[in-house]
RNA sequence: GGGGCAGUGGCGGAAUGGCAGACGCCGUGGACUUAAAAUCCACUGGGGAGACCCGUGUGAGUUCGAAUCUCACCUGCCCUACCA
């Protein structure tokens, strides 16, 4: 063969081709239709992993497959630059964030490049630079202009190990830690910058716009849990009003003490003299406790008396108030109305501190009513109301909010005595932005002392990041003690004012970066709103579930936030000048979500090692070390002599499970010999250790590196075996093996098209079978785009391959069908091997570029089968298979059914009670 | 505790009411080779000489027909959690 399949030579030359003709860049155009596809942006940790390649070459093809079909794509990259890894990495090496970062970012540019993308580089923007964050800037001051950004006092969630506070969403697990590092989180009261994300509540919950997975719907839909209920105002009995939430106003009338949190602030007031000390030792408890400390003592109810008293608004009861750590301060009011009869955690603080349990409802189903003293625990359930002056004898159906008859007569009653009123109450809540640290978005406020909080004005924006800060993780932004950062004038009075030196969380420079990519460069506005009019809103955005109530929420409310602050005004003229009906496109940032999974590191067993040495105490200090193969070559019991499989290895120390299944720790030293088959000089480095399925990283020393891959297969196989391998969903863990199919596939491919047409004598038949062939091939490689299915495109473009293989074994097709065959399946693969594709279509003599080709048209005509296998079941089991024409008759299809050998042999002369013929499936049951 | 998703050969997976296991990896046998790699050919869910039988986590059900629909259970993963 002339010509060898070498990609590391074709690659490389199509990349620089096709970026400096500008294939790929993405003009407004108003003839075509557009389409606007995204892949979340890659943080610039300086290593492209695998991971990457898996979120971006699936996604990549499709927007190549979309731009084939005819639409206008637009898909573009950029980087989610700031962040804390930076400024880590500065501290521990002495680097400044920028130069990290910038360094980062070429080499993964570099990186990208070799993937084979369609990005049109023009457009690539990094949230760092201070063109785009003096947008951030902007968008804060829209906020705070329109209402929408606050600033507050309050007791916020702070990672210690990363030293900032986090928003709610940024806490995660059982032991609330932090989202980036797992450090569990510590409690602090700091003044802190907030969005009002809770005053869209409400249209976050709508999702019947957008085309997103049930399962990240379902997510924020409990993220932001909406109950309904009533807010009602109890009064202590010195007047002050403490207001409660409650999602059951029917049993108010069974409220039979208070509970406030311990930080609730009329607990002093409310406190007698007698209680004080008590009060305040369980409140310097509470606070003591970290969260791991109250989950771990399970759902025990501890709390203590007041001393002061409340009137319950509705029965002029005066009930008792407490305060314990079961009631949350950042939750609802911090207070509630405790209904031990139906509400099992009052219940349980009832028992527990022989409080009293009035009945007010009698469950459904009973002929008497319940008995406090005979309880074993709270009733949630439907029933009837009792005990409960006006709305006895009215039914609590079970169902939630004014859906139930008495939550509704309960509520009526409120509104009507006003003392309460119907009420939504959301676990959302408001985002807050700030963050103590120097690489981020300086907030763009200053204080002074005559004017108060100031913001500052657009035309002084950005509010730069003084290059020369100390990095000392202190819990206190850098900035603060930055003289010339810090001390600046009043915009509104020039007299003396300080800077807000806390940074914006980084999730606010990704809310809105799809917006960005239209005009990276443009300096009147965050984009341009020509590009604007014509790209957005995004259609079909692809990433990672991980952010489904963070990243995805964020830019939800960020969408909506712009749109109510009028952001998207200049376009409306734009787009109606343009045709398009914008009516709705401004309410969601991205139309449609596709998540893939994630790709996990490579199981292995470790190697099976025997040592000879000496114990030591607990560990065996190895003089010689043996790599064998069998389990079977290892000692068990010996002093000076042991071994086993090999799980982990630390620096020269091994942990090693022997054949007994105990495990053994064993120190190497320089001296120390090593056999190692394969290895001419062994060392402790050649020793594999035992790998599960886990997350790739680099401490478990399981890491694909994708560069090498390259290197080794070029990227179209790498790209084929990304989108072959598993499901794309769901991701799945590395096999290094699994690559060889796709690889042999690429190459067959080669030698297939490099062998030229076949010169036998053409068959007809053969010919008319490989057409439909290529048809089928065109519907199913279509399907799969459509759908995402990326594996089972890539098996249909390797079944294509196997019959092209046939083909040339038999010698039978013409040159016109082989050609035409050719054509079509290098059209079908130059989304998923674009390099290959665009290589082997210039050497078939045809125009530069493939990537230029309309996708293939699909003929069903051509595609249809002229002949089908019958399928005869006798009682729904496979008796025989017929060839028939693909024409057939339902009686005719019948005839040859009940005639057929095997039917015959099972029908045993009985009649057939009925005969089911399914026509799209050619298959004929016979029950009998 | 609540909510969601999933369970198919040794492995990744295909089939969403109609021939279970497409496509690929691994494996086995053979050809080529001094040999190996690569490549090519054949086989590759289990049982059985075979006709056939069994088989999609378990058990029931609906149906002429169930991996697919319904119910219960088991297992695993993800989210959430004293949310009033």
Redesign the pocket.
């Given at each position: 063969m002339a010509d060898k399949y070498v990609p590391q030579e074709i690659e490389p030359r199509w990349a620089k081709h096709w970026e400096d003709d500008g294939l790929y860049n993405s003009e407004i155009d108003p003839n075509r239709e557009k389409f606007y596809a995204m892949t979340m942006l890659p943080y610039p940790s300086g290593d492209l992993h695998i991971g990457h390649w898996y979120a971006m070459a699936p996604s990549d093809a499709r927007a190549r497959w979309l731009r084939m079909k005819g639409y206008n794509v637009l898909f573009p990259m950029g980087f989610d630059s700031f962040g804390l890894n930076a400024e880590n990495a500065a501290i521990k090496r002495n680097i400044h964030p920028k130069t990290w970062t910038e360094k980062n970012m070429e080499y993964m540019r570099q990186q990208l490049r070799t993937m084979g993308t369609i990005i049109d580089w023009r457009r690539e923007h990094a949230t760092s630079h201070p063109d785009y964050y003096k947008w951030t800037q902007w968008f804060f001051l829209q906020f705070y202009t329109h209402g929408l950004a606050y600033r507050k006092m309050s007791a916020v969630d702070f990672c210690p190990q990363c030293n900032t506070t986090l928003a709610r969403e940024q806490v995660?697990?059982?032991d609330r830690h932090c989202e980036r590092c797992g450090t569990p989180v510590i409690k602090k009261d700091l003044e802190q910058w907030f969005f009002r994300t809770t005053d869209y509540a409400e249209e976050l919950l709508d999702h019947s716009h957008i085309d997103w997975p049930?399962?990240v719907k379902?997510?924020q839909t409990?993220?932001i849990?909406r109950?309904e209920?009533a807010h009602v105002t109890f009064r202590t009995e010195a007047g002050d009003p403490i207001e409660?939430?409650?999602?059951?106003p029917d049993t108010l009338w069974g409220a039979t003490f208070m509970v406030l949190?311990p930080e609730h602030p009329l607990v002093d007031q409310i406190t007698t003299d007698e209680q004080r000390a008590a009060v305040a030792n369980y409140i310097a408890e509470a606070a003591r406790k970290t969260e791991i400390d109250?989950?771990a003592?399970g759902?025990e109810?501890t709390g203590v008396f007041t001393g002061g008293y409340a009137i319950n608004p509705v029965n002029d009861e005066r009930i008792p108030i407490w305060i314990a750590?079961?009631?949350?301060i950042s939750?609802?009011?911090?207070a509630?109305?405790a209904v031990p009869f139906g509400?099992q955690?009052d219940f349980e603080f009832a028992r527990e501190f022989g409080l009293a349990i009035v009945p007010v409802l009698r469950p459904a189903g009973q002929d008497a009513d319940p008995v406090a003293d005979k309880m074993a625990e709270a009733y949630e359930g439907p029933g009837i109301m009792i005990n409960s002056g006006p709305i006895n004898g009215i039914e609590h159906n079970g169902e939630k909010g004014s859906k139930s008859p008495a939550v509704a007569a309960a509520i009526k009653i409120l509104e009507d005595k006003e003392i309460g009123h119907g009420a939504v109450?959301y676990?959302l809540r408001d985002w807050l932005i700030s963050r103590q640290r120097y690489w981020g978005a300086p907030i763009p406020m200053v204080y002074c002392d005559q004017c108060g909080i100031v913001p500052i004005p657009e035309s002084d924006l950005p509010v730069l990041l003084p290059d020369d800060v100390d990095f000392m993780p202190t819990g206190e932004s850098p900035l603060r003690y930055h003289e010339g950062f810090l001390h600046t004038t009043c915009p509104t009075c020039g007299g003396p004012a300080t800077r807000e030196t806390d940074t914006m969380d980084t999730f606010m420079c990704s809310s809105w970066y799809q917006f960005r990519y239209l005009s990276p460069h443009y300096d009147d506005g965050p984009f341009d709103p020509e590009e604007g009019a014509y790209w957005l809103p995004v259609d079909q955005y692809t990433g990672g579930?991980e952010h489904a109530?963070m990243h995805l929420m964020y830019t939800r409310f960020f969408t909506k936030a712009m749109r109510d602050c009028g952001v998207f005004g200049p376009m409306d003229n734009v787009a109606q000048a343009m045709g398009r009906d914008m009516t709705g496109m401004y309410d969601e940032p991205m139309l449609a979500l596709f998540n893939q999974g994630m790709i996990l590191g490579e199981p292995r067993d470790g190697d099976l090692i025997v040592v000879e040495g000496a114990f030591a105490g607990e560990k065996f200090n190895a003089t010689s070390l043996k790599v064998v193969t069998s389990i079977d070559d290892i000692p068990i019991g010996q002093q000076t002599v042991t071994g086993g499989e090999v799980m982990r290895r630390v620096e020269t120390t091994l942990n090693v499970r022997t054949p007994d299944g105990r495990d053994v720790v064993i120190d190497t030293f320089d001296d120390t010999t090593f056999d190692i088959p394969g290895f001419e000089n062994a060392n402790i480095n050649q020793i594999k250790h035992h790998l599960e399925v886990e997350k790739m990283s680099k401490t478990q020393g399981n890491v694909v590196a994708p560069d090498e891959l390259v290197n080794e297969y070029g990227a179209d196989t790498v790209r084929a075996y990304l989108m072959?391998?598993?499901?794309w969903e769901?991701g799945?863990?590395w096999?290094s093996?699994?690559i060889?199919?796709?690889a042999?596939?690429v190459?067959?491919v080669w030698n297939i098209v490099m062998g030229g047409a076949p010169n036998g004598p053409a068959d007809p038949k053969a010919e008319r079978a490989l057409r439909r062939r290529v048809h089928q091939t065109i519907q199913k490689v279509s399907d799969g785009m459509e759908t995402f299915?990326f594996?089972?495109t890539?098996?249909e473009l390797?079944?294509l391959?196997?019959d092209l293989?046939t083909v040339i074994?038999d010698q039978n097709v013409s040159a016109t069908v082989w050609n035409e065959a050719i054509e079509t399946m290098l059209t079908l693969m130059a989304p998923i091997t674009p390099f290959i594709a665009e290589e082997l279509w210039i050497k078939t003599g045809h125009e530069y570029s493939i990537h230029n080709q309309p996708w293939p048209a699909f003929d069903p005509e051509i595609a249809a089968e002229d002949e089908?296998?019958l399928?005869v079941?006798i009682?729904?089991?496979?008796?025989d298979?017929i060839q028939v024409p693909a024409d057939i008759s339902e009686e005719d299809a019948i005839k040859l059914a009940l005639e057929s050998e095997?039917a015959v042999?099972h029908m045993e002369g009985k009649e057939p009670r009925?005969v089911?013929y399914?026509n799209q499936?050619?298959?004929v049951?016979i029950?009998v």
């Open positions: 995660w697990g059982d049930e399962r379902t997510m409990n993220w849990g109950s209920g409660v939430f409650t999602t059951r949190a109250r989950t003592e759902k109810k750590d079961y009631v949350l939750y609802g009011s911090g509630i109305m509400d955690r109450n676990r579930i109530t072959f391998a598993f499901r769901q799945g863990p096999d093996q699994g060889q199919g796709p042999r596939w190459e067959d299915s594996n089972t890539v098996a390797m079944a391959r196997n293989k074994r089908i296998t399928v079941q009682n729904g089991k496979v008796r298979r095997g042999r009925k089911i399914i499936r050619g298959m049951n029950v």
